[in-house]
């Protein structure tokens, strides 16, 4: 019973920290769009 346990446990731990990962990523892609966007308004507004 208790190696079932453990394995159980090991799925999660195993499985939980894929979740952070994926949001500070996509936190992370959508700093670089705006800044993207933001240079790329500040091109136009320079070369009007």
Same mark, same amino acid.
């Given at each position: 019973?208790?190696?079932?346990?453990?394995?159980? /446990?090991?799925?999660?731990?195993?499985? $939980? &920290?894929? !979740? &952070?990962?994926? /949001?500070?990523? !996509? $936190?992370?892609?959508?700093? #670089? $769009?705006?800044?993207?966007? !933001? #240079?790329?308004?500040? /091109?136009? #507004?320079? /070369? !009007?």
């Amino acid at each position: 019973m208790s190696e079932h346990k453990n394995s159980q /446990y090991k799925k999660e731990n195993k499985s $939980t &920290p894929s !979740r &952070p990962l994926e /949001y500070k990523e !996509r $936190t992370n892609e959508s700093q #670089s $769009t705006r800044q993207m966007l !933001r #240079s790329i308004l500040e /091109y136009s #507004s320079r /070369y !009007r």
